[in-house]
């Protein structure tokens, strides 16, 4: 199993994350900001990737910490269970309707982060979760794993819908990326011999 456990603290946030990456899709996550969770349980559910998350951050400062280190070490986690990726097979790629809303993503573990974000809100705020840390959120992911991440909303027009399909997206096109790969025979997926850099 692919596993790894994280502990994280600093003076803004205290942060527990256990994955698994060849789960069945459950998850425990506790954030403190409501929608965050929502989007985290979806990413859980919908990439099979099991997720315990628990922060205790300085919510009554903003919400930007708590956002940022959840990402951070939600994607220390996967990188440590990925480990040398052998394997893996690294791409995903996925459309993701939800209702009036399109999204398109696509990803390659490639170890070398970067982030694309073609997407916008028309309000401020989904539920209490300030709609600017979404971008933000999914930068720091990529950091962490070491994605090349590109997320773009095709059309749409209710706010949560799109954030919703963004997630879901990302989610699919992770299970697809970090699913190991019978007929590679356990290679690491590059000409290199390794991935990142």
Excluded: C
């Excluded at 990439?47 to 205790?56: F, N």
């Excluded at 956002?67 to 993701?96: F, P």
Aim: proline letters at 2%; hydrophobic letters at 40%.
């Amino acid at each position: 199993m692919r596993t790894a456990r994280i502990a994280r603290k600093t003076s803004e946030t205290d942060i527990f994350v256990e994955v698994n990456l060849d789960g069945t899709g459950s998850y425990e996550i506790s954030t403190g900001i409501g929608f965050l969770d929502h989007m985290i349980e979806q990413f859980s559910r919908h990439s099979l990737i099991d997720v315990t998350l628990r922060v205790a951050g300085d919510l009554h400062v903003d919400q930007h910490h708590t956002t940022e280190d959840s990402a951070i070490a939600l994607g220390q986690a996967i990188s440590q269970a990925l480990g040398d990726k052998a394997g893996i097979g690294r791409y995903g790629s996925v459309y993701s309707p939800m209702d009036e809303a399109l999204a398109r993503v696509a990803l390659d573990i490639s170890g070398r982060p970067w982030l694309v974000w073609k997407a916008s809100f028309t309000q401020p705020r989904l539920g209490e979760m300030d709609t600017e840390l979404f971008e933000h959120w999914f930068q720091s992911v990529a950091q962490a794993v070491g994605i090349t991440l590109h997320i773009e909303l095709l059309y749409g027009q209710n706010n949560h819908h799109i954030i919703e399909g963004i997630f879901k997206g990302f989610a699919r096109a992770m299970r697809a990326a970090v699913e190991l790969d019978a007929r590679k025979g356990g290679a690491v997926p590059s000409t290199k011999g390794q991935l990142g850099g």
